[in-house]
């Protein structure tokens, strides 16, 4: 059992694995479901602040752009106090930007709001480049793919979630005899959703600072991992980190504009907190995906299961554009179940070999997820010049890479 801490027995390790990738499925559980609270942030501050859809993206370009900013540091700072000490900071300082929704509310300030979404974000990248590669390196790594997918199913079981919370705290609060309610009470709707997260994530970050976890030795394959040898010099790395920035872009993209979207009168004409209801669909089939995906990847090539699901986003997304009503409605739901096993499955490919060389190359990977910021930016951009329908095929050119990347930008060449 390579990797294990010097003095534990086979048997001992496997058992301390498991639970170690019990107690990191409550993480991705929490990041996904905060992640994906942005979804009805959108549209909520779009209208609190008349903001045109530009504007409303700079809450996922201030969120993710976190990621561009923190992630090599958080890479650094895992390397010198291990994974479970940066797990607990990631939650503490997530807690810390849960808590500054209150000054932003009372404020009535969307660059507060900004703020703390950024502090919030910065947690949560933290807690990222912590736990990919932790999960990663507890097991066998032919089955790292398939072992990372798992734990990301959890992910999108928060992601399902969330939306339902966040209509029903959040947008139906915020609806519920709107016509009395000012700007300054609407905004007003976010303070104890954010509050109860603030205390959840406080509460974690105990739990997590006193549970004995394994400790990761993670070494590697030297034949494509040297000694001294620059984490920039592995092609299927770069690549897979591009790989990255166009994933988390298009999904998030796609999350974004889903309100708005089933909102328009060609599609379903939905009112926010209805169509709130409705993205569950679409993160619930990444979930159902991930789950799915765990079990094929461990018997079929993963860079083959992860073409084959891009082609079918390409066909949805399209079917999306030029459809209405119920066809573009669903046709655009369905896209998260392509997504599903998209992340972990890039993220795993790119990490191939790299051994020790792995949380710094994680590091890198989650400096990509600053796709999610500059994506749905420019996705904005075409939907206030050209229309909201069109603006989706932003995502399709993301989806084209991703084929591409499974095919052959994830094949590793050894040195």
Same mark, same amino acid.
């Given at each position: 059992?390579?990797?294990?801490?010097?003095?534990?027995?086979?048997?001992?390790?496997?058992?301390?694995?498991?639970?170690?990738?019990?107690?990191?499925?409550?993480?991705?559980?929490?990041?996904?479901?905060?992640?994906?609270?942005?979804?009805?942030?959108?549209?909520?501050? &779009?209208?609190?602040?008349?903001?045109?859809?530009?504007?409303?993206?700079?809450? @996922?370009?201030?969120?993710? !752009?976190?990621?561009?900013?923190?992630?090599?540091?958080?890479?650094?700072?895992?390397?010198?106090?291990?994974?479970?000490?940066?797990?607990?900071?990631?939650?503490?300082?997530?807690?810390?930007?849960?808590?500054?929704?209150?000054?932003?509310?009372?404020?009535?300030?969307?660059? $507060?709001?900004?703020?703390?979404?950024?502090?919030?974000?910065?947690?949560?990248?933290?807690? +990222?480049?912590?736990?990919?590669?932790?999960?990663?390196?507890?097991?066998?790594?032919?089955?790292?793919?398939?072992?990372?997918?798992?734990? @990301?199913?959890?992910?999108?079981? !928060?992601?399902?979630?969330?939306?339902?919370?966040? !209509?029903?705290?959040?947008?139906?609060?915020?609806?519920?005899? =709107?016509?009395?309610?000012?700007?300054?009470?609407?905004?007003?709707?976010?303070?104890?959703?954010?509050?109860?997260?603030?205390?959840?994530?406080?509460?974690?970050?105990?739990?997590?600072?006193?549970?004995?976890?394994?400790? %990761?030795?993670?070494?590697?394959?030297?034949?494509?991992?040297?000694?001294?040898?620059?984490?920039?010099?592995?092609?299927?790395? $770069?690549?897979? =980190?591009?790989?990255?920035? $166009?994933?988390?872009?298009?999904?998030?993209?796609?999350?974004?504009?889903?309100?708005?979207?089933?909102?328009?009168?060609?599609? =379903?004409?939905?009112?926010?907190?209805?169509?709130?209801?409705?993205?569950?669909?679409?993160?619930?089939?990444?979930?159902?995906?991930?789950?799915?995906?765990?079990?094929?990847?461990?018997? $079929?090539?993963?860079?083959?299961?992860?073409?084959?699901?891009?082609?079918?986003? %390409?066909?949805?997304?399209?079917?999306?554009?030029?459809?209405?009503?119920?066809?573009?409605?669903?046709?655009?739901?369905?896209?998260?179940?392509?997504?599903?096993?998209?992340?972990?499955?890039?993220?795993?490919?790119?990490?191939?070999?790299?051994? &020790? +060389?792995?949380? +710094? =190359?994680?590091?890198?990977?989650?400096?990509?997820?600053?796709?999610?910021?500059?994506?749905?930016?420019?996705?904005?951009?075409?939907?206030?010049?050209?229309?909201?329908?069109?603006?989706?095929?932003?995502?399709?050119?993301?989806?084209?890479?991703?084929?591409?990347?499974?095919?052959?930008?994830?094949?590793?060449?050894?040195?």
């Amino acid at each position: 059992m390579k990797g294990v801490k010097a003095g534990t027995s086979v048997v001992g390790a496997e058992g301390n694995f498991r639970f170690a990738l019990t107690a990191l499925t409550v993480l991705f559980f929490m990041w996904g479901f905060l992640t994906c609270l942005n979804d009805i942030l959108i549209p909520h501050l &779009k209208k609190v602040f008349d903001l045109n859809y530009t504007q409303a993206m700079l809450i @996922q370009f201030c969120f993710f !752009g976190a990621y561009f900013l923190v992630s090599l540091p958080a890479g650094a700072l895992v390397k010198r106090i291990g994974f479970q000490k940066g797990i607990v900071g990631g939650l503490l300082v997530a807690s810390a930007g849960c808590v500054l929704f209150y000054p932003a509310a009372e404020s009535h300030s969307y660059p $507060v709001f900004l703020a703390a979404l950024f502090v919030l974000a910065s947690g949560i990248t933290l807690l +990222q480049v912590s736990a990919n590669p932790y999960v990663t390196a507890l097991g066998k790594p032919e089955t790292a793919s398939s072992r990372l997918t798992m734990t @990301q199913a959890f992910n999108s079981l !928060g992601t399902t979630i969330a939306p339902l919370f966040g !209509g029903v705290l959040i947008l139906s609060a915020a609806t519920v005899g =709107a016509d009395a309610l000012s700007p300054e009470a609407e905004a007003a709707a976010v303070k104890v959703p954010y509050l109860i997260l603030a205390g959840v994530l406080a509460f974690l970050a105990v739990v997590f600072s006193q549970l004995k976890l394994p400790n %990761i030795n993670v070494r590697g394959d030297d034949a494509v991992a040297a000694e001294g040898e620059s984490v920039w010099s592995h092609r299927h790395l $770069v690549l897979g =980190a591009v790989g990255i920035f $166009v994933y988390v872009g298009a999904e998030v993209s796609i999350g974004s504009f889903l309100v708005n979207f089933l909102g328009l009168d060609s599609v =379903a004409g939905l009112e926010e907190a209805d169509a709130a209801h409705y993205i569950a669909y679409y993160w619930g089939g990444a979930m159902v995906g991930r789950f799915v995906g765990a079990v094929v990847m461990s018997r $079929v090539s993963p860079g083959l299961v992860l073409a084959c699901n891009a082609a079918a986003a %390409i066909l949805l997304v399209l079917l999306a554009i030029v459809g209405a009503g119920s066809l573009a409605m669903w046709a655009i739901l369905l896209v998260g179940l392509c997504n599903s096993i998209m992340f972990p499955t890039i993220f795993s490919l790119a990490l191939q070999g790299l051994g &020790k +060389q792995a949380g +710094q =190359a994680s590091g890198v990977l989650c400096l990509a997820i600053v796709g999610g910021a500059l994506v749905p930016l420019i996705q904005g951009v075409v939907a206030d010049a050209a229309g909201l329908q069109i603006s989706f095929l932003v995502p399709v050119v993301c989806y084209l890479y991703i084929a591409y990347y499974g095919l052959k930008g994830s094949r590793v060449a050894v040195h």
